[in-house]
């Protein structure tokens, strides 16, 4: 299989509802991470599925590391839409009898 097959087949994976998919939801800063003048070290892009997370030690120069998932949701995505679009149908397939897990 070339690289052209082999991008083709994992973007055909990706949009399989039957494969494992990995999500990730950054929850917002807590009242007290707020008023501890702590500073948010993620930063999200829906668009592309990827988080990429800074090392507040590190050189300023120091670039981002990058990680991608199938889907990624940020601070301000409500707790409702992220389970009616990751978890909503996993639960109606399982009621359908097919087997279906959501760890959290």
Known sequence: MNAAQK???AMQAKKD???VKVVVRCRPMSRKETEDARQRIVEMDGKTGQIMVKNPE???REAPKPFTFDQVYDWNSPQDYVFQT???PIVDSV???YNGTVFA
């Open 58 to 60: 590190a050189d300023a």
């Open 95 to 97: 009621l359908h009898g």
């Open 17 to 19: 509802p039957e494969c």
């Open 86 to 88: 990751t978890a909503q």
């Open 7 to 9: 991008q083709v087949a």
